[in-house]
């Protein structure tokens, strides 16, 4: 195995599609000018950089987690724990598999060189092996620390690494099954934005469950466990790893395991890996073919000539029905530009980065103050006795956090266009309605999760139906007045001629944007603070008046702002 790597021909190929790996480390990377001036130095930086010392400080994050928990009085969090991190490596990592094995372009290259399938196969492994290790390292400190806690010594650090290699050789394993199975059946290249899309959004709740998780494991958590006096409950993995003997039996029957799996695969590599690329990449292809015959008509699944309908064929209506004419170009023309809109969003990294994740810090923050409530009656109450001040403080958060991030869908609405921009520019129809489209749009998509998170706590803490009005009203006024200045942004830095979506993500400084947002999460914990001081003295009454004045500021502001720029541009 080992010999493989002394190949230049592997390396070459592996050092290539570590670029493929993760088009966000390597877009990023390819910015930086040290490696515009050197571009073979790219590579050397994304291994060591954006994997190996990213994995480093992964490992020492979860070490310090883990240290803090009694594995040893509760043996089965180490089972729960290492099953949930194998499971989230494989959704997280699928989007790896499928950019380096089959959206890569270099195959066409490969296949016309006196060079094995089965080598550019193992390059191709060894590259998703890499980005794999970031997902699956904290196994190590987990199954490291539970070793030592029962006694196994210094060998217990041993045991560790080998589990998290074994753990992370069986999530590539399990990939490589599951890519197969799919290119076989022609699932992939039929359904594979959907594929990818369902597989993110489950990893991104699946995140959002372990946080939680472990938010729920704390010290203190598990010290009342631990004191318990009912006997201490193992599970399989745990029962297993408690002694010398049984990590032995364990690390020897994963290794026959995988070592069998991979044989199996590698054996069956030769001849057909490159067809099934072609398979793939052949039903895109076709797909291709037939949208560049609309010679750009096309965007998405939805013509853009269909905007033009309803505000074309006016010239031989009569003066009587210039009104109504106008009206009903007007509504066919919101129709045209939202389903229009909605073929724009149907890309993996738009649904999870520019929708999903931005409304996960609020879900993490949400949950348990549901969670404590509902073990302490008296949290529920002060909730409902300051019920107006708690539904604006809640809409205001709402609004905020899913809508700071620089990847918010209003940040790049405009931009996903393309070359579209200019030619719906062109169009006889108003710029201010289109501007608006966009605004309501992207607002309209980017609400939906956190305003059914509002309602559910709504509903579960008690809220009256005028509070929860009153903080729905907030939160639409904020989220729009948010919402309308990233618009603005997008119009004037549109980009059209961008490859991948994340090009549109870096347009501001990473820094500057990491800074401001974290000082606006610091002011939101800083008035939640004050605002639970406020309601545990009994003054949350008129807080509420005071959180929608801060708001119609915010919100005039906007619009003093998003007007002039539309004026500015004869919008």
Known sequence: MFKVFKNPMFKQIFYFNLLYANPTITSNAMKKKKYGESPENVFRGLLIKSYILSSVFILLIYTGVFLALPLDKVPYFMDYTIVLFFLLSVLQTFTYFFNVFYSSKDLEGYMCLPIEEGLVYRAKMMVVSIATIQMAIPIWPIASIYGYNMGLGAMSIVYGFMDFVLVGCLVVLVNMVLMEGLAK????????????????IVAAISNVGLILYFQNASRSHMNVLAQKSSPIRYGPISSICKTNMGNLVLIVAMALVIGIVYWLIIRRVDGRFYDYIRKIQGGNHTRKVKQ????????????????????MGMESRSLDDIGIQRKSRKSGLGKSLFKYNISLINDPTVIT?????????????????????????????????????VSAAMAII?????????????????????????????????????????????????????????LVFFVYAGIGILDTVFALVLYGVLTLS????????????????????????????????????????????????????????????????????????????????????LRKNNY
Request: charged share 15%.
């Open 292 to 311: 560049e015959k609309n010679k750009g008509q096309e965007v998405g699944q939805y013509k853009i000539d269909s905007i033009v309908e309803p505000v």
């Open 353 to 389: 980065q520019s929708i999903i994740m931005g409304a996960i810090f609020p879900i993490i923050m949400l949950a348990p103050t549901l969670i404590n409530s509902r073990e302490s009656a008296e949290m529920l109450e002060m909730i409902r006795t300051n019920k107006g001040m």
């Open 185 to 200: 059946t022609s699932i992939l290249s039929r359904f594979k934005n959907g594929i990818i899309t369902a597989i993110n």
């Open 398 to 454: 709402l609004a905020i956090m899913p809508n700071i991030y620089a990847t918010s869908l209003p940040s790049i609405i405009a931009s996903l266009d393309r070359e579209n921009f200019n030619y719906i520019k062109s169009l006889p129809i108003s710029r201010r309605d289109y501007f608006m489209s966009k605004l309501y749009f992207a607002t309209g998509i980017n609400s939906i999760i956190p305003v059914v998170l509002m």
């Open 482 to 565: 948010i919402a309308s200045l990233w618009l603005k942004f997008d119009f004037e830095h549109i980009v059209t001629d961008w490859q991948n979506v994340t090009d549109l993500y870096g347009r501001l400084n990473k820094a500057v944007m990491f800074v401001f947002t974290l000082f606006l999460f610091l002011i939101c914990f800083f008035i939640v603070a004050v605002l639970f001081f406020v309601a545990s003295m009994g003054f949350g009454s008129g807080v509420s008046y005071l959180l929608a004045g801060l708001v119609f500021i915010i919100a005039i502001v906007s619009l003093f702002v998003t007007s002039k720029f």
